[in-house]
């Protein structure tokens, strides 16, 4: 398996821009998570998919953060208007499902986005 | 609710010493417990877990990690350490009970410094 596919690697652009990050879990896994890390916050949860559906969006940051999830096979992560302090490294990850109704386990994460707001 | 704490932002060892990098957590019920690698440019990798069972687990590249139920710490540790562990790591905790959130909260990460 290719692990998790994310796009682009590194994305620059200008302050109010429309930035869509994309994500292709591993096949399989029903959970989906994307994650923000900057150096003064670090690993941030935004927002968590199970089966397509957002489960826990309360740490999206605002809205003009959104995510979708149309199959079990893509995600994308869309800002816009981005900002400067929008920047950061963006991650996408995947989990198998565990036996218990919502429960997740191990966490395989993509390479991430590196984007940059100026 | 679950937290998990880091307290050491960074760890400067020798090569060829052994190796710890310390995590605590706080659950309501039991504990599972998962250790994550990052490498320069790259995403968290997994390196093992405890759910059940054993307290000491092993995982990838020779790390292992000891869970104390007593002291809530769930500590990382390598005999001998090489160059190439140098890196950032993550402890994470999810809490069992039924009432908690079925997602991990990792912590800040601590960053490890293995010296020629």
Known sequence: DAGVIQSPRHEVTEMGQEVTLRCKPISGH???FWY????????????YFNNNVPIDDSGMPEDRFSAKMPNASFSTLKIQPSEPRDSAV????????VGLAGGTDTQYFGPGTRLTVL | AQSVAQPEDQ??????NPLTVKCTYSVSGNPYLFWYVQYPNRG?????????????VKGSYGFEAEFNKS???????????????SALYFCAVRDSASGGSYIPTFGRGTSLIVHP
């Open chain 1, 30 to 32: 029903n959970s989906l």
């Open chain 1, 36 to 47: 923000r890390q900057t150096m003064m916050r670090g690993l941030e949860l935004l927002i």
């Open chain 1, 90 to 97: 963006y991650f996408c990850a995947s989990s198998p499902r």
């Open chain 2, 11 to 16: 760890v400067n060892v020798a090569e060829g």
């Open chain 2, 44 to 56: 968290l990798q997994f390196l093992l877990k405890y759910i059940t069972g054993d307290n000491l």
């Open chain 2, 71 to 85: 002291q809530t710490s769930f500590h990382l540790k390598k005999p001998s350490a090489l160059v190439s562990d």
